[in-house]
T-cell receptor, first 113, second 114 residues
Framework: GESVGLHLPTLSVQEGDNSIINCAYS??????FIWYKQESGKGPQFIID?????DKRQGQRVTVLLNKTVKHLSLQIAATQPGDSAVYFC????????????FGSGTRLQVQP | NAGVTQTPKFQVLKTGQSMTLQCAQD?????MSWYRQDPGMGLRLIHY???????DQGEVPNGYNVSRSTTEDFPLRLLSAAPSQTSVYFC?????????????FGQGTRLTVV
C-alpha cells in the first residue's frame, strides 16, 4: 500500500553543522506533510509543515523542501544543537479533512559536541 | 494549558484482560485520533474521530474500540489484551480549520501485556 519512509535510520552530525533529514513518500495524492520531533519518552512535537502547492517553507532554524516530481521531502536544520538530538518523523495527510496521518519510520539525529 | 492528557502513563495487563486508555483535550479540537508506536517504528493509526459521535477505523483497528461522546474525550478500549498489543499509545487532536492541521500529541501510555 501507500507509505511514507525514510532513507537513513541514524544521522550523526557535529554541533554547529547543518543537518538534512530525508523522507520519501509514495502517495501522489498526499496534500499535506508534517515533520515531527520526538524526544525519548515523549510524544511527537510539531516542527514544521508544508502543503503540496509549495516547494519550500522556512521556520526558525528549520526549512522543509518538497519535491513532488520525485516524491521527496527533506528537513534542514541549521546550526544543529545538542537539543536537536531526537528522532524525526515525516508524516503525510492524504485523506483531505481526515486529519489522520501516515508516519514514516523515523530518523535518529545524534548531535556530537 | 493542559493540551492533550493521557492516563495512565504506564500499565501492565495480563493476557485477556480489558482496559480503557483515557485521552482528554481542552483545546476544543474537532479531530482526535489514537496511534500506537512499536519499538524503532513510526506511529500507526488505530482509530480516529472527526467530531462527537463520529468515529472511523485507521490502519490497525483490530482489538480496539473507541467512542466519542464529547468533544473533549476520546477513550480507547482494549477488549481482550494480547502480547501483540504491547506498545506505546499516543492520542492526538487537531483543529478542523484550513490554516493548519497541526496535530498535538499527548505524552503517551506505555502498555505491556504479559
Amino acid at each position: 500500500g501507500e507509505s511514507v519512509g525514510l532513507h537513513l535510520p541514524t544521522l550523526s552530525v557535529q554541533e554547529g553543522d547543518n543537518s538534512i533529514i530525508n523522507c520519501a513518500y509514495s502517495n501522489s495524492a498526499s496534500d499535506y506533510f508534517i515533520w515531527y520531533k520526538q524526544e525519548s519518552g515523549k510524544g511527537p512535537q510539531f516542527i514544521i509543515d508544508i502543503r503540496s502547492n509549495m516547494d519550500k517553507r522556512q521556520g526558525q532554524r528549520v526549512t522543509v523542501l518538497l519535491n513532488k516530481t520525485v516524491k521527496h521531502l527533506s528537513l534542514q536544520i541549521a546550526a544543529t544543537q545538542p537539543g536537536d538530538s531526537a528522532v524525526y518523523f515525516c508524516a503525510e495527510n492524504s485523506n483531505g479533512g481526515r486529519r489522520a496521518l501516515t508516519f514514516g519510520s523515523g530518523t535518529r539525529l545524534q548531535v556530537q559536541p | 494549558n493542559a493540551g492533550v492528557t493521557q492516563t495512565p502513563k504506564f500499565q501492565v495487563l495480563k493476557t485477556g484482560q480489558s482496559m480503557t486508555l483515557q485521552c482528554a483535550q481542552d483545546m476544543n479540537h474537532e479531530y482526535m485520533s489514537w496511534y500506537r508506536q512499536d519499538p524503532g517504528m513510526g506511529l500507526r493509526l488505530i482509530h480516529y474521530s472527526v467530531g462527537a459521535g463520529i468515529t472511523d477505523q485507521g490502519e490497525v483497528p483490530n482489538g480496539y474500540n473507541v467512542s466519542r461522546s464529547t468533544t473533549e474525550d476520546f477513550p480507547l478500549r482494549l477488549l481482550s489484551a494480547a502480547p501483540s498489543q504491547t506498545s506505546v499509545y499516543f492520542c492526538a487532536s487537531s483543529f478542523r480549520g484550513q490554516a493548519s492541521t497541526e496535530a498535538f500529541f499527548g505524552q503517551g501510555t506505555r502498555l505491556t501485556v504479559v
